[in-house]
């Protein structure tokens, strides 16, 4: 099944990795190449390592699955309907417009804050209402994954990202920054441009049938009744008696008064009683990613209230303030709360706990604000205990298979840690050419992506060898922006990218079906960023 599908492919690249260790042999870095042999997995270790994963990344899964109960909850919420009902039916006049802007903000916001997981917890809200828009699950999948992963190849500021590539060549974020700024937008206008071609192409824009107003639901009802009414029975028979024909006359002009009196009740009844203002009916309402549309009038003001606090919570508490900015307002701000007392009491410290700073944030501490604004919805809609508890059980269920998604991608990188054959493939490459070479150290940078999920990691394994083969300092700069790039490129179309098989799993769309609809443009930003890169060494 399609749904299964990220599964299944990310389960093969185990087993791939798994036979890469009876290959390939393992090599360390420390000051010096160290050949260690080959350090085969076994069988055993097919099943222990997902245990590793788990006790060492599963927190991001279970952050998965939380936002799935999160929106399983908001699902209870009629309102939360209303608004994306709202948001669909104004977005949908200016269909890529809306998406294009949706698009920037989140690539700026992933250059910026390195919030690539973080902004999955808005992944839901968004394919709802590219959904509603009429659009189909490649375009959703295109907007959330695809600016994503541009945000990471232009990062600017997100020093979580880069972290690995500061520290190990010496630089500062700022440097460079007209050139990340420049790949940045190079990337959006990219993937916006082949978004609107797909659409073009594909006809994915669905109608979607509206009622708008209840006057309009009401005429059409008794314009439907008339027509019955006035339809002329056919003659059987040219031999009748007219007695009969009398009879059958006054007959029918009694039942149809009669009729069209209850017709008339009931549409004034409808008047009445009717509270549908906007209904909408898509087809991809079968698949559970868009709530299950409703009449209520309910007021949808405190759902986009509490979304739009959640999401500025978000930004301000992953944006690196500190280290990026060298500013110390959000650790003073946190300072002056926690030294708040109240009658020698210190009121925020011991309400609050241990908590860090914005800036300093990591994706689990959302959690709690989360909570707190479904709590705070739950009691302004009035949903019952259980509905609040079914709700978030049924998210959860969905969330469950991108999670274990996730939890396989973080095992590749457990295989590759424990069993570091990398490294000898890096050394192998980069040999290649004596002196610094952008094609060899662009393969590596995508090899270093493809074992490693976690930018962290995927930087460590090879930027510490890579200085000792390149010693020209004057080229870090450029090997910076080499890797970065490289890396956020590959996270498009590798099978240990989380936030692409994690949507692919949630959305249903195959593997292949995604790298069908997109290698046009990972072939487009492949060739301009190696132009980029050519020009830098040039210059």
């Known amino acids: ?29 420390n000051s010096e190449f160290a050949d260690q042999g080959r350090v085969q997995m076994g069988l055993f270790d097919l099943f222990n390592y997902p245990l590793t994963s788990l006790s060492y990344f599963g927190n991001i899964s279970l952050f998965i699955i ?24 104004k977005g949908s006049k200016r ?29 839901p809200f968004i394919v709802s209402l590219i959904l509603l828009m009429g659009y189909d699950k490649i375009v959703a999948a295109l907007t959330v994954v695809g600016s994503t992963m541009v945000g990471v190849v232009g990062t600017t500021y997100g020093y979580g990202n880069v972290s690995i590539l500061t520290q190990y060549l010496s630089l500062d974020l700022a440097d460079n920054i007209l050139v990340k700024v420049i790949i940045l937008v190079v990337g959006l206008v990219l993937l916006i441009f082949n978004t609107a071609l797909y659409v073009k192409k594909n006809n994915t824009i669905k109608k979607v049938t509206k009622k708008e107003s209840k006057n309009d639901e009401v ?48 549409n004034k009844a409808a008047v009445k009683d009717s509270d549908v203002i906007i209904v909408k009916e898509s087809l991809n309402e079968d698949d559970n990613l868009v709530p299950t549309a409703t009449n209520s009038l309910l007021k949808s003001w405190p759902v986009m209230v509490a979304l739009v606090i959640l999401f500025v919570i978000l930004v301000l508490a992953f944006i690196p303030w500190n280290t990026a900015f060298g500013l110390n307002i959000m650790t003073d701000a946190k300072e002056a709360v926690y030294g708040f007392k109240l009658f020698g009491f210190e009121l925020f410290a011991k309400l609050l706990g241990n908590i860090n700073a914005f800036g300093e944030w990591m994706i689990n501490d959302i959690v709690l604000v989360m909570a707190i604004l479904v709590l705070l919805l739950s009691l302004i809609y009035k949903l019952k205990f259980q509905d609040v508890l079914d709700g978030f059980v049924a998210g959860a269920k969905k969330a469950l298979a991108p999670a274990v998604v996730t939890l396989f ?20 490459i980069l040999t290649i050419t ?9 393969v590596v940078a995508m090899l270093a992506g493809l074992f490693n999920a976690d ?18 300092a004057k080229v870090y700069p450029i090997v910076e922006i080499v890797f970065q ?8 179309l590798a099978p240990t990218s989380v936030v692409l098989m994690s949507t692919l799993s949630y959305l249903g769309v195959s593997y292949k079906e995604w790298l069908k609809s997109i290698w046009k443009l990972l072939v487009e930003l492949l060739v301009i960023l190696l132009i980029i890169f050519t020009i830098l060494v040039l210059i």
Not at 67 to 86: E, H, M, Q, T
Not at 233 to 251: A, P
């Open 455 to 472: 930018p962290t990691y995927a930087f460590q394994s090879v930027v510490p060898y890579l200085t000792s083969v390149v010693t020209n």
């Open 95 to 123: 269909g890529m417009l809306t998406i294009s802007i949706i698009m920037i903000l989140l690539a700026v916001i992933t250059s910026i804050c390195g919030l690539q997981i973080g902004l999955m917890l808005f992944f």
């Open 485 to 492: 790039s490289m890396y956020g490129f590959v996270m498009l």
């Open 434 to 442: 004596k002196e610094f070479n952008i094609f060899t150290s662009s």
């Open 1 to 29: 099944m399609k749904k299964h599908n990220a599964i299944k492919v990310v389960l093969v690249t185990i087993l791939l990795c798994m036979l890469l260790t009876w290959i390939i042999p393992s090599a360390v870095f």
């Open 409 to 428: 991608i973080y095992t590749v990188l457990v295989i590759t840690t424990y069993h570091p054959f990398q490294l000898t493939i890096y050394k192998w």
């Open 219 to 266: 005429a059409t009802l008794i314009e439907k009744e008339v027509e019955v009414v006035e339809k002329p029975v056919e003659k059987k028979s040219t031999k009748t008696n007219t007695k009969s024909k009398k009879s059958s006359s006054k007959t029918t002009s009694k039942t149809t008064s009669k009729k069209t009196t209850k017709s008339k009740n009931n």
């Open 66 to 89: 939380v936002v799935g109960g999160f929106y399983g909850i908001l699902y209870k919420i009629p309102a939360y309907r209303n608004l994306l009902d709202a948001i669909a039916k």
